[in-house]
């Protein structure tokens, strides 16, 4: 059975950094696109960031280049997102979410569109305030 847990959320201040996980069981992450996304209250769910199966590839939102970076452990079947500078804008529920990429034509590819992903996990909330 597949299950993403996330973990790693908080209340941070302006400036400040956080790590969040994302630890993956019932798949080989090899043949996954893994994304980061986030949901502010009464704002559509958005794509952070994402990373192709092979890891060869990685996508930014624009307000996330230069402070976040995506990262993946297939042996320890683990995604991360390492967050620095946060900024109150960057408040929410963050998600990560697999897709299922096992194909050489596609495993180069990332995807920030939240309909190309399979499987969700339950969130972590991140918030940012003084």
């Known amino acids: 059975q597949l299950r993403l847990v996330e973990s790693g959320g908080g209340l941070v201040q302006p400036g400040g950094s956080l790590r969040l996980s994302c630890a993956a069981a019932?798949?080989?992450?090899?043949?996954?696109?893994i994304g980061w996304f986030r949901q502010a209250p009464g704002k559509e769910r958005e794509g952070v960031s994402c990373?192709?199966?092979?890891?060869?590839?990685?996508n930014y939102l624009d307000s996330a280049k230069g402070r976040f970076t995506i990262s993946a452990d297939n042996f320890k079947q683990t995604a991360y997102l390492q967050m620095y500078n946060l900024q109150p804008e960057d408040t929410g529920v963050y998600f990560c979410?697999?897709?299922?990429?096992?194909?050489?034509?596609?495993?180069?590819?990332?995807?920030?569109?939240?309909?190309?992903?399979?499987?969700w996990g339950q969130g972590t909330q991140v918030t940012v305030s003084s």
């Open positions: 979410a697999t897709k299922w990429a096992p194909w050489s034509t596609v495993r180069d590819l990332c995807y920030m569109a939240t309909d190309e992903y399979d499987n």
């Open positions: 990373i192709s199966p092979k890891g060869t590839t990685t």
């Open positions: 019932g798949l080989t992450m090899d043949y996954y696109a």
